[in-house]
């Protein structure tokens, strides 16, 4: 069992993150890593590269060698992510943040930055991809590899999450991607998350984040999942994916009258 601390919460509450050192144990971290890898191999990468194209200069730009390597719905995959997804130490961990026991999944994701040429994200929220009315939208960022600046770790704005839904520059600027204004916002400002294998970060959708280039030797492998309480509920944004509304834990109060009104109808 992994209940934060009092500290803990009030550091979650006051920053809008918190680092959960050593929250994936070492064998099934390791089982999540192997297939993880093994997944990569199975894909047709040269269809899954992605990059950032935006204004600033500093960023990659779409001929860049620099690339991110994307597969989203990792546990339609392999039955080791959905295991991993009711990890119970994660989710005593979430249910202490997201401050309800009824969590519900909204969809996983991997990102592999390869050494040398890992693309770097501009600074941005989540919140833009899937509003919700409450914003008890959440993430959970396994670390799957130690991560620093130099192999394109996570970099936060401590507090960012209390300032609301910031002005979205992609859209305005013609780009598929959502982020804040990068003068206001510059990487350069912001804080690192250097983490270990194992370590997990959980962030408010409204936390403004993003990652340097890896320009190291080594990769930087991670594995997200994206969670809301089951009461709150979408505003727009993205489709939903599917696994969208499986219940990772408690009940679906909301789901059990929708149902019970089909019936009925």
């Given at each position: 069992m992994v209940r934060l601390t009092k500290e803990q919460m009030e550091f979650y509450k006051e920053n809008g993150y918190i680092l959960l050192k050593n929250l994936?144990?070492?064998?099934?971290?390791?089982?999540?890593?192997?297939?993880?890898?093994?997944?990569?191999?199975?894909?047709?990468?040269?269809?899954?590269?992605?990059?950032?194209?935006?204004?600033?200069?500093?960023?990659?730009?779409?001929?860049?060698?620099?690339?991110?390597?994307?597969?989203?719905?990792?546990?339609?995959?392999?039955?080791?992510?959905?295991?991993?997804?009711?990890?119970?130490?994660?989710?005593?961990?979430?249910?202490?943040?997201?401050?309800?026991?009824?969590?519900?999944?909204?969809?996983?994701?991997?990102?592999?930055?390869?050494?040398?040429?890992?693309?770097?994200?501009p600074m941005h929220q989540d919140f833009p991809y899937f509003p919700y009315e409450k914003d008890s939208m959440v993430a959970a960022f396994i670390h799957l590899d130690d991560s620093n600046p130099e192999n394109g770790g996570l970099f936060v704005y401590p507090g960012s999450h209390k300032l609301g839904p910031l002005e979205d520059f992609g859209p305005k600027e013609g780009s598929s991607f959502h982020y804040v204004d990068q003068k206001k916002f510059p990487i350069e400002r912001a804080t690192p998350v250097v983490a270990e294998a194992g370590d997990v970060v959980i962030f408010s959708y409204l936390l403004v984040h993003g990652s340097t280039p890896n320009n190291s030797t080594r990769p930087r492998r991670m594995f997200l999942i994206q969670l809301a309480d089951a009461h709150d509920k979408p505003k727009g944004g993205e489709p939903g994916q599917p696994g969208r509304g499986w219940m990772l834990r408690g009940v679906n109060l909301d789901r059990d009258a929708t149902v019970a009104k089909r019936a009925q109808d």
């Open positions: 994936i144990k070492e064998d099934e971290l390791k089982k999540v890593s192997d297939e993880y890898d093994d997944l990569f191999r199975r894909k047709n990468q040269s269809k899954m590269e992605s990059s950032w194209v935006g204004s600033d200069e500093n960023f990659r730009q779409s001929d860049s060698p620099y690339t991110v390597k994307g597969i989203h719905n990792l546990q339609m995959h392999h039955a080791v992510f959905g295991k991993l997804l009711y990890n119970d130490d994660l989710l005593d961990a979430l249910e202490d943040v997201m401050g309800t026991k009824n969590i519900m999944l909204h969809h996983t994701k991997a990102h592999y930055k390869p050494p040398e040429k890992g693309a770097s994200y």
